[in-house]
């Protein structure tokens, strides 16, 4: 979309994506859980435009600095946005629980909060696809 790649429009596309998403969980949480807290909710807001953040600027790197393999943006927004939803449901895994009973009920399909990983990779894909389309992406994001 952009002539060149620029790292500044990779991180406002991430932000501006997270803070979308944020926003939908802010609104929509309390209608799934009608207990939850103020502090939940703008933590779920100010995560998840955290989320967007590191993803836009995790596009500078296309090769693993170490092993030396290629990570093509569908690897690499996905592998973030999962591993910072793993450490999120490891964490607060009791906040996390309560949060997909309230959704799905004690005896639905999901039990575990775990599954926030696999919505985390979701989220990083959409962001990371949108942020590497419009900012670009590689080493030379960096030079503008």
């Excluded at 939908?24 to 807001?45: D, T």
């Excluded at 100010?46 to 989320?51: A, K, V």
């Excluded at 964490?91 to 985390?120: K, R």
């Amino acid at each position: 979309m952009f002539e060149r790649p620029s790292l500044v429009t990779r991180i406002a596309i991430g932000k501006s994506l997270g803070l979308a998403v944020g926003l939908a969980g802010f609104v929509c949480l309390p209608y799934f859980m009608p207990e939850a807290s103020l502090l939940l909710r703008w933590g779920i807001l100010l995560w998840y435009t955290t989320l967007g953040a590191i993803i836009g600027m995790f596009g500078v790197f296309n090769w693993h600095p170490i092993l030396k393999l290629p990570m093509p943006w569908w690897f690499r927004a996905p592998l973030v946005g999962g591993w910072m939803n793993f450490v999120l449901a490891f964490f607060a895994y009791d906040v996390m629980q309560t949060v997909i009973i309230s959704i799905f009920g004690a005896d639905g399909f999901i039990q575990s909060p775990f599954w926030f990983v696999l919505e985390g990779a979701g989220v990083g894909l959409f962001i990371g696809y949108f942020a590497t389309k419009i900012g670009g992406e590689g080493a030379e994001t960096v030079g503008r």
